[in-house]
């Protein structure tokens, strides 16, 4: 698939140089621009968080639009592909390209962490009751370091837990734990350690510092990903991410 995906992106190219070649400016233009937004479009559609279907769903319909109206069209073989099915198709390889691995393990984004940074404990305890993801079984650990989410998909096998440090009741958490788990990606590599570190580093900005680890449940498919604030220097007395002790 994925070599499918490179043969569509050097066509996509030729096709509009093509275009523009032969005085075509804008259907060239819009051959190159439309079928790339929609490459996109795809990560955010594999992301499958709010934030990203919604930006996936404008760059499609961006995408779709101007080589709809630019008329531009693609000649293979003897056959004549219009513009919006030859976006079609790069938005399927695309979606079909992307590593699931990708779409999973984007457990943490920035809108959920600076909002659970800027939770006190008692805020946290509010906010953790109300949380709820679809068909996932949710439940919660009271422990003195504060409340631990824990979401699990029966069907899928998914899961994933978030756990918020507090060191007392009147200061945010000094970190952020949270872990994905999916039967479906490949095992925790150093490889994988540093591309997840780098897409969640990427996703939050220069504020927040991640590591990420093997989850200590000791799966190989689970990631754990540590989040401080990057101003933050902890205290050897710092609460443990495991919980308390006995």
């Not at 760059?59 to 004549?80: K, P, Q, R």
Request: aromatic letters at 10%.
């Amino acid at each position: 698939m994925w070599l499918l995906y490179q043969i569509y992106m050097i066509l996509v190219v030729t096709t509009g140089i093509s275009a523009l070649t032969k005085g075509e400016i804008y259907p060239g233009i819009a051959g190159i621009i439309g079928p790339t937004l929609c490459l996109f479009a795809a990560l955010g559609f594999r992301n499958q968080k709010m934030g990203g279907l919604v930006a996936a769903i404008a760059l499609a319909g961006v995408g779709f639009g101007i080589v709809y109206d630019s008329g531009f069209s693609v000649g293979l073989f003897g056959f004549e592909i219009t513009g919006p099915v030859w976006c079609a198709i790069g938005l399927i390889l695309g979606f079909l390209a992307t590593p699931k691995a990708q779409a999973v393990e984007r457990v943490i984004n920035k809108a959920d962490t600076d909002a659970i940074f800027s939770l006190t404990r008692s805020g946290w305890e509010d906010y953790a009751a109300r949380i709820s993801y679809p068909g996932e079984e949710v439940q919660l650990a009271h422990f003195d370091t504060g409340t631990v989410v824990i979401a699990f998909n029966p069907v899928s096998g998914q899961g994933r837990r978030i756990q918020p440090l507090y060191r007392d009741d009147t200061n945010p958490p000094d970190m952020l734990v949270i872990a994905g788990y999916n039967p479906k990606v490949p095992p925790f590599t150093a490889k994988r350690k540093l591309q997840i570190e780098k897409a969640a580093q990427r996703d939050l900005g220069r504020n927040y510092s991640v590591t990420a680890a093997s989850t200590r449940a000791g799966s190989p498919n689970g990631v754990e990903l540590t989040v401080t604030r990057a101003s933050v220097h902890l205290s050897p007395d710092t609460v443990d991410p495991s919980g308390p002790k006995g």
